[in-house]
């Protein structure tokens, strides 16, 4: 396994599974999350799933890499999403590395299936609050919340739980749903906080540049998103 397989984001993912009960890694690439769960003796089994056959031959590779062929505890499975699962095989899901629309996405194909699951440990790419609202929207309780960084970028990694309801202070912090009260423990926090100000400062410059009516209105809402934003940095 190379760097990648051991960076901070994919021992973090695997910290947040259910251990000692099988897994699965849903758009597994390369296989890094899989074959760290595996040679950590975390879970006993993981499924490898991708929608395209080329990561899947990766995750293959990678995993002949280790010594460890595709076998019963390590099952390679073609299909999008949580299809190539069967109901209630795995304790944990990972879908990570994609964007936040698609795992909503992912999500909400089949309800009842994604209800068969005990834990999802996410980690979206882009649009990591919309995919908190619709976890809250639709009944999830987010359990832990986690920042890890790899090659430079800050990566929120999301532990959700179906059926369980949203849990106190879920939709809260300085930002709700974008900067929230689980993420505040995380020694990246203040670091996450700076950079996501950064980036509302440069949303804002450019809606201030525009001249379209709705961007009047968009930069009402950034200007809104970055006070409290500001503000929470102020109390640190
Ligand atoms: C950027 S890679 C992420 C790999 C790995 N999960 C990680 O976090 O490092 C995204 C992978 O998701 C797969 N993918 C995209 N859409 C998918 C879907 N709907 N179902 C399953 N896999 C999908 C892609 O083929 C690709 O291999």
Redesign the pocket.
């Known amino acids: 396994m190379n760097s ?1 397989a051991a960076s901070e ?2 021992r973090t ?1 695997a910290d947040c599974v259910v251990k000692g009960l099988p897994a699965a ?6 296989g ?2 899989a074959i760290t769960l595996l040679r950590s003796g975390l879970v006993p089994k993981v499924i490898l ?4 056959e ?2 899947l031959l ?1 995750a293959k590779r990678s995993l002949q890499a280790c010594g460890m062929d595709a076998s019963e505890d390590a099952e390679l499975r073609l ?3 949580l ?1 190539p699962l069967a109901a209630g095989e795995a304790a944990s899901v ?5 964007g936040g629309e ?1 795992i909503r ?2 999500l909400a194909e089949d309800p009842g299936k994604t209800a068969s699951f005990s834990r999802f440990v996410l ?1 979206p ?1 882009t649009r990591s609050g919309a995919l908190r609202r619709w976890l809250f929207d639709s009944g999830f309780a987010v359990t832990d919340e986690r920042l890890a960084m790899e090659n430079g970028r800050i990566c929120e990694i999301i532990v959700a739980e179906p059926g369980k309801g949203p849990v106190p202070g879920q939709d809260g912090g300085a930002v709700p749903f974008e900067i929230t009260f689980m993420m505040e423990k995380d020694p990246l926090f203040a670091d996450h906080l700076e950079r996501y100000i950064g980036r509302l400062r440069k949303i804002a410059g450019s809606l201030c540049r525009s001249a379209s009516p709705e961007a009047a209105g968009e930069l009402e809402n950034v200007r809104e998103r970055l006070r409290a934003a500001e503000d929470r940095r102020a109390r640190l």
């Not at 890694?25 to 390369?30: A, F, N, S, Y």
């Not at 990972?94 to 994609?98: D, K, L, Q, R, Y």
């Open positions: 990648a984001r994919i993912l890694d849903v758009g597994t690439d390369h890094y999350a799933t991708d929608i395209n080329g990561p990766r299909g999008p999403g299809c990972i879908i990570a590395g994609m698609l996405d992912i980690q790419r």
